[in-house]
């Protein structure tokens, strides 16, 4: 995926919901209708699975990593990012 290909979401306050697959074989990112799902490498262990969906998120609005803010779903595959 490009860097920004999702830039017309990136609207400030606007909540992303996830569905995670940590351990994947491959990393990727997709849309599926209101639920955008995040396949990544790293492990679900302090913090390293929710570091690298927020980068795949960033890069996919375009936007820098410090604008999302986790809000909900700190230990659950299904995760909500904010925005700001």
């Not at 990727?28 to 795949?56: C, F, K, L, T, Y």
Request: with cysteine.
């Amino acid at each position: 995926m490009q860097k920004g290909e999702w830039s017309y979401l990136a609207v400030e306050g606007a909540e992303f919901v996830c569905r995670v697959t940590p351990r994947a074989r491959r990393a990727d990112i997709r849309r599926e209708d209101d639920i955008i799902h995040v396949a990544v490498n790293s492990v679900p262990e302090d913090g390293q699975a929710n570091a690298a969906v927020m980068v795949a998120l960033a890069h996919a609005l375009g936007v820098a990593k410090t604008r999302l803010q986790l809000i909900r779903g700190h230990t659950s595959r299904e995760k909500v990012f904010r925005l700001i």
